[in-house]
């Protein structure tokens, strides 16, 4: 009878490598785990794992961000998020992950479109949120309004809060893996963008389980159209299709946005 490998021992390995040192060590659990199970050797096991976590956390990204070097510009702009340099850093910032550059093009309109008529806008919870939060300055919310930011590298939300400190916005950012937990924090508005279908990769049918676990008034879910290497393979339709048949078993209401980059829903959940 074989043994499976060491789940502790992979994670051990994993972690102990650079490109995944930074990451979610519950994440990196969970995906150990499950591989573990399906595999005969530690090599085996710690190269699947590794896999899967490059799909989950590293698709969008082509290179490691060089946070010191952006904390030391960030320092040095100044504290005015609106100021010329300041949204030049952020917009130059925002073309480093796959998810938010694709978003440049139509980025005012983009959040124009999906929040103006459900204002004032006071707290966002923007889960998976990537580079996101440097589109604050593009987000036609109130000065004041709390922005929960959460995602799965260490860094990363390192990176963020200071971001949040230094043009001295009410915001807030820290760890958080979606496959084993939801942030319970209360937000009139939560953003999910581009995230979902990264995530059924890992668990199947994890939608439902992660929009009924938001504690959001309004949800903004939004999908890719291409991959990222620019084709459309039919993704419109697949996921119109399959999460508006997900929205009506909820009996949750929506409305649809389609831009040229991506497809967006504003659920009402009128919670």
């Given at each position: 009878?074989?043994?499976?490998?060491?789940?502790?021992e992979?994670?051990?390995?994993?972690?102990?490598?650079?490109?995944?040192?930074?990451?979610?060590?519950?994440?990196?659990?969970?995906?150990?785990?499950?591989?573990?199970?399906?595999?005969?050797?530690?090599?085996?096991?710690?190269?699947?794992?590794?896999?899967?976590?490059?799909?989950?956390?590293?698709?969008?990204?082509?290179?490691?961000?060089?946070?010191?070097?952006?904390?030391k510009?960030?320092?040095?702009?100044?504290?005015?998020?609106?100021?010329?340099?300041?949204?030049?850093?952020c917009?130059?910032?925002?073309?480093?992950?796959?998810?938010?550059r694709?978003?440049?093009?139509?980025?005012?309109?983009?959040?124009?479109?999906?929040?103006?008529?459900?204002?004032?806008?006071?707290?966002?919870?923007?889960?998976?949120?990537?580079?996101?939060?440097?589109?604050?300055?593009?987000?036609?919310?109130?000065?004041?309004?709390?922005?929960?930011?959460?995602?799965?590298?260490?860094?990363?939300?390192d990176?963020?809060?200071?971001?949040?400190?230094?043009?001295?916005?009410?915001?807030?950012?820290?760890?958080?893996?979606l496959?084993?937990?939801?942030?319970?924090?209360?937000?009139?508005?939560?953003?999910?963008?581009?995230?979902?279908?990264?995530?059924?990769?890992?668990?199947?049918?994890?939608?439902?389980?992660?929009?009924?676990?938001?504690?959001?008034?309004?949800?903004i879910?939004?999908?890719?159209?291409?991959?990222?290497?620019?084709?459309?393979?039919?993704?419109?339709?697949?996921?119109?299709?399959?999460?508006?048949?997900?929205?009506?078993?909820?009996?949750?209401?929506?409305?649809?946005?389609?831009?040229?980059?991506?497809?967006?829903?504003?659920?009402?959940?009128?919670?």
């Amino acid at each position: 009878m074989s043994t499976l490998p060491d789940v502790d021992e992979v994670i051990r390995q994993v972690l102990g490598k650079k490109k995944y040192q930074h990451l979610d060590a519950d994440l990196v659990a969970f995906i150990a785990g499950a591989e573990v199970k399906k595999r005969t050797s530690l090599k085996e096991a710690v190269k699947a794992t590794t896999n899967k976590l490059h799909q989950v956390a590293w698709a969008y990204w082509n290179d490691q961000p060089a946070y010191s070097a952006h904390a030391k510009e960030l320092a040095n702009l100044p504290p005015d998020i609106h100021a010329g340099d300041s949204r030049a850093f952020c917009f130059r910032l925002m073309q480093e992950h796959a998810s938010t550059r694709e978003r440049l093009p139509i980025l005012s309109d983009f959040y124009h479109a999906l929040l103006d008529d459900i204002q004032p806008v006071n707290s966002i919870l923007d889960l998976a949120c990537g580079f996101n939060p440097l589109a604050l300055g593009w987000m036609p919310i109130d000065p004041t309004a709390a922005y929960t930011a959460c995602d799965i590298f260490q860094d990363m939300t390192d990176f963020l809060q200071a971001f949040f400190d230094h043009f001295q916005k009410n915001g807030k950012a820290g760890l958080c893996n979606l496959l084993t937990r939801i942030p319970q924090e209360k937000a009139q508005v939560a953003l999910l963008l581009k995230t979902l279908p990264c995530l059924e990769q890992t668990e199947k049918d994890s939608a439902r389980r992660i929009l009924t676990g938001i504690d959001a008034r309004s949800l903004i879910v939004s999908f890719p159209v291409r991959s990222i290497g620019g084709k459309e393979k039919g993704m419109l339709a697949h996921y119109s299709s399959q999460f508006e048949s997900l929205l009506s078993d909820l009996g949750w209401d929506y409305k649809k946005f389609l831009f040229e980059s991506e497809l967006a829903y504003r659920v009402e959940r009128g919670n």
